[in-house]
């Protein structure tokens, strides 16, 4: 592999949890079909491989450019303007969030987002696996290029990450904080009810965790019904459709959203309905989606507590000292494996 694949061409612009707040992410957020958009837009500017990556707690775009990085160079617009192109922001609101790493500095980026040292929940295994879905996104677009290499390679490192230090012993899933905080509300979760919203991945691990923690009660609502009754059979709940929501946040104690929704699927109107229905017992909504389902006046009302993906991400960051130890490690090893790089 030519080592001017990383050191002349590589360039990486995003922003993450660290760099933008959830209202900016959410308008960020991009569906299957504008990550396609974004990609084959950029299939000429970054001649030589283009990948595309959208998470709730971050937005990638990792390329090689056809010729070296200059001031001369149009990758940079190029990108800022294919996210504009798809997003509510405005260039000077996006370019307040965004970073751009090149060169050496954006290969070690990447090896540390696989790592996940880079999560905002450091430890967590989740982006390894997204940051493959991603490159097979590019690959069925024949966008992923040259990239391949580069991020095969920083899946080899990850993979020696989680083997060789205990980075992901005592991570903390957000699913997990989202039973614990459903105990502090309500003491005894026998006789209480959850909805499911959606079948997202977290929003079904949290839902399991409920189930796991005694929850008397699961109704699983999603768009499609056949989806809603093979999760509700697995889960051992009953299936609903999204039409009867109002209602259901009249029945339900605890909610778990976690759908792709572009607009809040709860208003504060429809909250408000219920809680009068309800005679006012607490309602306990936890929202994991990315743009939230959730609409923000709603956790104004009393009685009703919402959690957002970054207020369940703080929590479970709490113990974050433990694995700092086993986190500086993972640093020393991914510089060994830069150095290596450069030197084959």
Do not use: W
Request: aromatic share 4%; hydrophobic share 40%.
């Amino acid at each position: 592999m030519p080592r001017d694949l990383a050191t002349d061409s590589l360039i990486v612009v995003g922003l993450n949890h660290k760099t933008a707040p959830l209202h900016v992410r959410e308008k960020l957020a991009l569906d299957l079909e504008s990550k396609r958009s974004i990609t084959q837009g950029l299939k000429s500017t970054l001649g030589r491989g283009a990948v595309v990556v959208s998470t709730c707690n971050r937005v990638e775009i990792y390329g090689l450019s056809v010729g070296p990085l200059s001031t001369e160079n149009p990758v940079l617009p190029s990108i800022l303007n294919s996210l504009i192109g798809v997003c509510e922001l405005s260039n000077e609101e996006l370019s307040e969030h965004l970073y751009v790493h090149e060169k050496e500095a954006a290969l070690h980026h990447l090896f540390r987002v696989a790592s996940s040292l880079d999560s905002l929940v450091v430890g967590e295994p989740q982006i390894l696996g997204q940051l493959k879905e991603a490159l097979e996104e590019s690959k069925a677009l024949g966008a992923e290029g040259e990239l391949t290499a580069l991020m095969e390679r920083a899946f080899l490192v990850a993979r020696r990450v989680r083997s060789q230090t205990g980075i992901a012993r005592h991570v903390v899933s957000i699913s997990s904080v989202a039973v614990r905080l459903a105990r502090h509300i309500f003491e005894d979760l026998g006789d209480r009810t959850a909805l499911l919203i959606g079948a997202g991945e977290m929003g079904e691990l949290a839902a399991r965790h409920l189930c796991q923690g005694g929850v008397g009660k699961l109704l699983v609502a999603n768009r499609s019904i056949d989806r809603a009754v093979r999760l509700a059979e697995d889960l051992g709940g009953t299936p609903r459709t999204l039409e009867g929501l109002s209602e259901l946040l009249v029945t339900a104690d605890i909610v778990i959203s976690s759908t792709g929704s572009r607009e809040p699927l709860i208003t504060g109107s429809m909250a408000q309905m219920a809680l009068k229905k309800r005679k006012y017992r607490p309602l306990f909504i936890i929202d994991i989606a990315v743009p939230r389902d959730v609409h923000p006046e709603v956790n104004r009302l009393e009685n009703i507590y919402v959690y957002d993906v970054d207020d369940l991400s703080q929590i479970a960051d709490e113990n974050k000292a433990q694995r700092a130890e086993e986190a500086n490690a993972a640093e020393k090893l991914i510089e060994e494996e830069l150095t290596k790089f450069y030197q084959e």
